[in-house]
Every structure is written in C-alpha cells, then in structure tokens.
C-alpha cells in the first residue's frame, strides 16, 4: 500500500518508513533516517551506515572504526597503526605528513555525508620521482548535476614546487572539478589537460555528449584548471600588479610552464587517489603537459590519451617554419572554396592601414591584429564560421567606406586572448629540453614572418603577384603595444622571449624507457602541430598513433566523442 507521500509502504514483511525507503524485516529494522539498522549482530548508526560487531565498532558517521589495532579517525577511514596511521583521506602517511591538518569528506546535497574515493588496494612502483613540496591543503564542495556528483576541489599548493612553502614561495590556489556518473562511483580516475596555454577546462552545460559522456562511461573524470587559469589563480596584469619590476614579473610567471602544472597535478592525485596511477586526457598543450608527466612524473600515470598534442622535441623556430607552411596551405584550401574571401581580406588589411577603426576595448585595429583571425582555419567548425564572419564587415558612414560596430566587435571576441597565452605561446617552448638549454626562442613567429612567402608584417595587401595569408598560432611582437589586457606585461614578455635558462619540461631520456600506455590522435593537416614532429615523438615515448586527416586540430570535440572513443580502444587492444 502506499502512505500519505505517496510512497509504496510495501508488504508487512518489508514495510517503509515516513521517508518512503523500505524497513526491512524484524531481523533487519530501519531507523528514521529510512536507512537499514541491519540485525542485532550488526546494527547501524545515526548515518544508515553499518556499525559492525563489538570487534569494529563505527563512529557516529556510521563508519567502521576498526578494532584497537587500527582504529579509524572522524571521517571513518583507517587510520592504521600507531607506527604507520593513515591520513584524513585513508591512504597511509608517510611520517612527516602524519600531523597534517585534517581534511572533511565533502557534504551529499542531502545531508548525509558522502563516501570519498575507496582507498586503492595496490600500489605501482615509483619510477624518476621528482621531490616536490606537499600539498597545503585542499577544500572539497559537492553538488548534483543531471545524475551526476560533481566535486569542486580547491588546493594550496606552492608557487614553486621544488622548494619549501614559505615567504618567499608563497601559495596559490589550483582548482579542479571533478564529475562522477551515477552508478560509476567507483571508477577509476581520468584527468583532462586542457589545450592552450591559458585557457581553463570546459564548463559543460551537460555531460551526455561528445568526448566528456564518453570519458564517463568508464572514469570519474577531473577537469583541472591549470594554474593561471579559470579558477586556478588567473594570470594577468591585475594579477601581477603587486610585483613592481618587469623582472619580479618574469620571474613569478616562469612558475607557470608545463613542469609545474605537472607537480599541481601530481598534487591532486594524491589527495585523490593516494598512490593509485590515473589516466590523462590532455588536448593540445595538454598532450605538452601530458609529455611533460611522462617525463617527470611517470610514476603518476595508468595510460595517457593525446590528441593532436605530441610536441616536437626540437627548437622553436623548426616547429614555426613547419606551422607556417602548414598555415599557408589551409589559407590556399580556404581561399580556393570563397575566393571572395581572399579579396575582402586584402582590402581590409588595406583599408585598417590607413584608416583608424577601433575595437570595443578602445584600441586601434592594426592589418597584423585582423590577421589573427586565421587561427580559425586549424579548427573544423571554425573554418566555416570565418567565412560567415567575413561575408558583411562594411557599412556607409557619411559616404565613406568604414567597418561597421557588429563586424569590429566579431573581430574583437575573436582575437581577444588571454594574458597567459600571449607570455606563453613561445615560452613553452623555451629549453624545453636539456639540449635546448641556452637557447631562446627569440619572438619566433616575428622574426620567421619576414622569411616565409605570405607573411610579412608590413607587406602590401593589394598587391597580388604576392600571396597574402592570415597568420595562425603565431604571436606578433607588436601585439602587446596594441592590445590593452597584454601592454603592461610587454616588458615581462621581452624577458622571457630572451630567457637561455630554465629548467627542461621534457626529457627524452626518461621517454625513451617510457612503459606508460600512450595512444596519440595526431592529424594529418594540423596546422598548430605538426604531425612529422608529432610521430617522431610518439615513436619515441612508444605510442600507439591514430593518424588522420579526417579532423582538424579539434577533431576531438568535433568528432562527437569518435577520436577519443578510437584512442581508448587503442589502450585496450
């Protein structure tokens, strides 16, 4: 029958609580929470959860506590014993982490406290372990989200993680969601890196579609923000404002490259899994950080999935000969299917070097700032939205040909950038390998502009017997004296365009023994990264490749989930 709520109060033998869940049996009464008591043998506490027999009594958070020999905390997990006890979390401490403060399981949305992850039964052996500082500490909020638990971690963690916390390392905040699928608690654990540099994870409105629905079918699955990022202590000139000099600016930011983010995210996994390996999904630069893991922290990760991210080993100015040719063949491909495209951008580029058209944020549009909307060109879906965004920039006023409000603030969104990509997107690859130290990579793109055919800074636009071409992943020097958000950090980027110092992100040493199961998508026409230097680098590290000129440089997104679902039947084969 059912009771006043509505619910089904089922047979004598079973009926059900106020609440609607099921009492159970003489044997097995319920309490008024609606949870099982179980029997006499084994009851249950305040929180529906079994209290065990006299040998393992539980807590009040219905936890087992364990018997004398290892007795468990106030979150309920074992705290081993007295020569060896366990952390907050579970895992086993070493001494000096043993008096750490201690950290709460996060809140169910319903009032009862949620189950963290299960401690993992096996431990992997510890392979080319970099020292790094310990975690501060770490924050822990939980919600429901379309049938998923979604956690919202926030950690301190050192500016530097070579060094001790202190004064002059001072902490900053690294923040990571992490999205579990009902009935997946416990899956293992999946890492997504983020392409960039300078961009957050994705903030996914549902998580039924594309590569992330895929992900989770099997993973509970960590969007991380990688420092500078998102939530992660965002990186800009607000930022950085308390430092006074160009150089203590420089010198903050060197603190953002591949290496530490790997350290953030070693970080992380241990808080979350203990010593149990997880899995990486890194897209673009998140295939660079994910090399950078391989490298210096192998010992963290179960299997690696890249796509169109496997970087090249070798100077910048190798990668930018190959990215400009690769630019300069998607221009000649677009240009063939809208011709009347090739013409519009010849004349804009003419029109903006004698005539003063302001964006939104209020400074002028430069030939060499409409350009970058190339960038376009190395994703699927983006290459049509280019044509759409250039099939009406002109408007009369007064008589005259100018560009109207709507087209200057498309160009705007799209070539508005964040801080961090600008310092970054040559800083990544500065000696980036131990051979590469004492080279630097010398504002690249500017310099190789004036070699490659289609390029130059200051060539004429009307004049056809030479090819004029959008620029793609190359940052102009002179971008950071016209773009507000980027003009203060211009001194910092000229330090760090002169760096010949700094410490390797990948080392091919270690890659070259590598027994991390990698698959790498790497696409044939990508015009960010190129593939030549992409297999030779997965050979390398002994990666299963998925090559295919099917997709751009986004296919992951833009196949729907197919590119990734391919790599992790790869892993499994």
Not at 156 to 177: C, K, M, S, W, Y
Not at 251 to 260: E, P, V, W
Not at 553 to 564: I, R
Request: glycine content about 12%; aromatic content about 8%.
């Amino acid at each position: 029958r059912k009771g006043d709520d509505g619910f089904n109060r089922g047979s004598a033998g079973t009926r059900k609580g106020d609440g609607g869940f099921r009492q159970g049996s003489t044997g097995t009464r319920k309490g008024d929470d609606g949870f099982n008591r179980g029997s006499a043998g084994t009851r249950k506490g305040d929180g529906g959860f079994r209290q065990g027999s006299t040998g393992t009594r539980k807590g009040d958070d219905g936890f087992n506590r364990g018997s004398a020999g290892t007795r468990k905390g106030d979150d309920g997990f074992s705290r081993g014993s007295a020569s060896s006890r366990k952390g907050d979390r579970g895992f086993r401490q070493p001494a000096h982490l043993a008096n750490r403060s201690r950290l709460r399981c996060p809140q169910h949305p319903w009032g009862h406290t949620a189950p963290l992850p299960t401690p993992p039964k096996n431990k992997r052996p510890q392979r080319h372990r970099h020292k790094t500082a310990t975690i501060v500490s770490m924050h822990t909020e939980s919600y429901l989200h379309h049938g998923h638990t979604v956690y919202e971690h926030r950690l301190d963690v050192p500016l530097d993680h070579l060094r001790p916390a202190g004064e002059d390392n001072p902490t900053i905040q690294v923040f990571a969601r992490e999205v579990v699928r009902k009935g997946r608690e416990d899956a293992p654990y999946a890492v997504f890196l983020q392409g960039g540099p300078g961009y957050p994870s994705p903030r996914f409105g549902t998580f039924t579609g594309g590569w992330m629905n895929r992900l989770l079918q099997d993973y509970r699955v960590v969007l991380l923000d990688q420092r500078g990022t998102g939530q992660s202590t965002r990186m800009d000139a607000q930022a950085l404002s308390h430092l006074d000099t160009d150089e203590e600016k420089a010198a903050y930011l060197r603190h953002f490259r591949q290496d530490q983010i790997v350290y953030d995210a070693e970080a992380l996994r241990r808080e979350l899994c203990g010593d149990e390996p997880w899995t990486t999904l890194g897209q673009s630069f998140g295939g660079f950080i994910t090399t950078s893991y391989l490298s210096l922290a192998p010992q963290g990760l179960k299997a690696s999935l890249i796509t169109g991210g496997l970087p090249g080993l070798v100077h910048v100015d190798d990668i930018y000969r190959l990215t400009y040719e690769r630019t300069a063949a998607r221009n000649r491909a677009y240009f063939q299917r809208h011709p009347g495209d090739e013409r519009t951008v010849r004349e804009l580029c003419a029109h903006l070097a004698d005539t003063e058209e302001t964006l939104p944020t209020g400074e002028r549009l430069s030939p060499a700032r409409l350009r970058m909307i190339g960038m376009m060109l190395g994703g699927q879906g983006n290459t049509d939205q280019l044509h759409y965004l250039l099939e009406g920039p002109w408007t009369s006023v007064r008589g005259e040909r100018r560009l109207s409000s709507q087209f200057l603030a498309a160009i705007g969104a799209q070539v508005d950038v964040a801080p961090i990509y600008g310092l970054f997107q040559e800083y990544i690859y500065a000696c980036a390998t131990p051979d590469l130290v004492g080279t630097a990579t010398g504002w690249a793109a500017d310099r190789l502009a004036e070699e490659i055919p289609g390029f130059a800074k200051d060539a004429n636009p009307l004049d056809e017997s030479e090819p004029f071409y959008l620029t793609g992943e190359h940052f102009m020097r002179r971008v950071f004296d016209e773009d507000p958000g980027l003009a203060p950090l211009k001194g910092a980027a000229e330090i760090l365009a002169s760096t010949t110092e700094a410490a390797p992100v990948y080392l091919p040493d270690v890659l070259a023994e590598n027994t991390v199961p990698v698959a790498a998508a790497v696409y044939y026409d990508d015009m960010f990264v190129p593939r030549e230097l992409s297999v030779e680098t997965g050979e390398l590290i002994g990666a299963r490749h998925y090559i295919t000129n099917e997709y751009q440089h986004d296919g992951s997104a833009y196949s729907g989930g197919k590119v990734v679902s391919h790599l992790l039947d790869l892993l499994a084969d």
